[in-house]
């Protein structure tokens, strides 16, 4: 635990009032590693997606270790004039997925990194599919901006989110209160990376080796061994829509 190190605003202020004692009062938390979060300096935050209960739970951790989170949030939360009014105020940053909107939302990623900002991120895009919640294939965002900026990329590895919320469900269960583990590992590397020319294989190659720390960190907290191959929706498909369907 350390002493916030950035100046959070009153919108982050707000947001910790409220929801700091909540969490607090439904949640055991168990953070290991929280030491390899930077204190100073701009970073990456790359965690497996397991449940809408998430961006609450992974800001309690970086906030208790001093520091502010940003996240790429979806652009329909900014589309209420209240709501969106106040995460701008945090600092959050929108995002229209698979628009060229997101061109915007990657350079501001980019600029908070570059500002000294903690920008949190979630590397599968969406909640993952995998049957036993083991993480998905990534997307490039978080490679592309690792390399972009030099900045380093922290994994984390977290379990128990998904008790007090399961994927696309909308009852909570807070009690008895469920135990949530996050798991920070060193960064990952990409020095070698970083001055090779960006293709496709590059950010290929960063994503994987992203992807492969956090799971490293998810095994570690279960216990045991995720698949050889990630789950791929392209592949696969959506099961949580095919549900939908039946």
Known sequence: M???????????????????????????????????????????VALNHISHVDPLTAAHLVYDHGRIPRYLAKSGLFNNKLLGFFLRSAGQIPVRRDT???????????????????????PEATITRDPDLWPMKGKSGAARIALATNCPVIPVGQWGAQEILPPYTKKPYLLPRRTVTMRVGTPVPLDDLRDAPLTPATVNQATERIMTAITAQLELVRDETAPAERYDMAVRGDRFKKKKAE
């Open 100 to 122: 060229s909107d997101a061109v915007g939302a990657y350079a501001a990623a980019v600029e908070a990194v570059r500002a000294g900002k903690c920008v949190v991120i979630y």
């Open 2 to 44: 350390r002493k916030l190190q950035e100046r959070r605003g009153w919108a982050f202020g707000f947001g910790v009032i409220i929801l700091k004692p909540l969490l607090v009062a439904f949640t055991r938390r168990r953070w290991i590693g929280g030491d390899n979060l930077p204190q100073a300096g701009g970073f990456i």
